[in-house]
């Protein structure tokens, strides 16, 4: 169904003019921007191309508006595609943020399940818009989707928040009153600022007329990302170094429900010590770990399966001992990595040890894995 629109031309393409060079702008410099050429700035980066990401995907976005003005040729396909777009890049955006301070946050369990949400939002979309005939059963349909957007934008916006205050609270117990303060700063600006991004989205359903608003409104939004994360740049070797020495003083960060059940953070080389507070039970170590260090999962009592990485080249003393419930570990390397002291010490009696195929005898005769030959079995 196609619906012609009338709205002032000039003061559209003008808005569209000043919005879509900067977020081209912002966009790429977040993707490809340089930064300290120091390892401890991976998350940073890392936070920082997903804002990138983000910030490209609305410019796709805004470029259709632009150069296609498929606001003026089918309403409902710009609705549709806005809808789509924003309820994506609300993920983008909190993720990016929320990754900064919480390097937990990001697993495969939770990649999919928004990407599964976001499918379902814009096939639910387009069948409402589409199929239903104009009028109430319509005007519905649109209400009820706006209300899911807003929800979804607000409980991100919580966890956001929960992240910014646990930050808040550790850096006023233990460290720099001045980064303290500027975190808290940032929480509480980066609040209204989700809020406002919401609001940005549900701009979209505008009178035609007045539609310039929502493009002119979304600038300053994205000028706010830019300004906080180079603000945040000063602080970040800092404050990520303080994460750091509380994970290796045994504090672990709280998991939600929906974090029990995951893979391990997604960027680290490298796991030293101390998890056994988390409350992890089938867990999926990165493609690209190296390392897991002395004691690192030790009395992880909750965790009945791991699965580790190709890359893996050495596990520390004691790394799973006492795991009383840990019943398979997946070993993915083709070399068998160097075994500490201890590694599998008062684990489950039926223990599985999964290795590949063609290492089952390499396994059985290395050093340290002698202790577990009859455990070590071929991956199915």
């Not at 393409?13 to 930064?35: I, Q």
């Not at 991004?197 to 979304?218: N, R």
């Not at 690209?288 to 890359?311: E, Q, S, Y």
């Amino acid at each position: 169904m196609i619906k012609e629109v009338s709205m002032n031309h000039s003061i559209y393409s003008y808005s569209l003019c000043v919005a879509l060079p900067l977020m081209l702008f912002y966009g790429f410099y977040f993707l490809f921007g340089r930064t300290p050429d120091k390892a401890i700035f991976f998350n940073y980066l890392r936070s920082r191309r997903i804002m990138g990401t983000a910030l490209l995907l609305l410019a796709a976005n805004y470029s259709v508006h632009f150069f296609f003005e498929i606001r003026y040729r089918d309403v409902d396909s710009a609705i549709i595609m806005n809808l789509s777009t924003y309820f994506l890049c609300y993920w983008l955006f909190s993720s990016a943020l929320t990754t900064l301070l919480n390097r937990f946050y990001i697993t495969r369990r939770r990649v999919i399940s928004h990407l599964v949400q976001w499918i379902f939002f814009t096939v639910l979309s387009a069948g409402v818009l589409l199929f239903l005939p104009d009028g109430r059963m319509q005007s519905v349909g649109l209400s009820l989707l706006a209300s899911w957007l807003v929800v979804y934008g607000i409980v991100l916006a919580m966890r956001l928040i929960k992240a910014y205050k646990r930050a808040v609270v550790l850096f006023e117990n233990t460290h720099s009153d001045d980064i303290g303060t500027y975190i808290r700063w940032l929480s509480i600006f980066t609040w209204w600022a989700v809020i406002f991004g919401v609001g940005c989205g549900l701009l979209t359903f505008l009178p035609d007329e007045y539609v310039f608003i929502w493009i002119l409104s979304s600038v300053l939004f994205y000028i706010y990302l830019f300004c906080s994360y180079m603000n945040y740049l000063l602080f970040y070797e800092q404050v990520e170094s303080v994460f750091e020495s509380e994970m290796s003083s045994g504090e672990i960060p709280d998991l939600s429900d929906e974090q029990k059940y995951i893979e391990s953070p997604l960027h680290y080389v490298e796991i030293s010590e101390k998890m056994s507070s988390a409350n992890l039970v089938d867990v999926t170590l990165p493609d690209g770990l190296k390392t897991i260090g002395k004691n690192a999962f030790c009395a992880c009592n909750a965790m009945t399966t791991i699965d580790l990485p190709a890359a893996l080249e050495s596990i520390g003393q004691s790394a799973f001992s006492g795991c009383s419930n840990l019943a398979t570990v997946t070993c993915r390397a083709m070399t068998p990595p160097s075994l500490g002291e201890n590694a599998f010490r008062n684990c489950v009696d039926g223990l599985q040890i999964l290795v590949p195929s063609g290492s089952v005898d390499a396994y059985k005769q290395a050093f340290g894995w002698t202790e577990y030959v009859d455990k070590i079995k071929a991956i199915p």
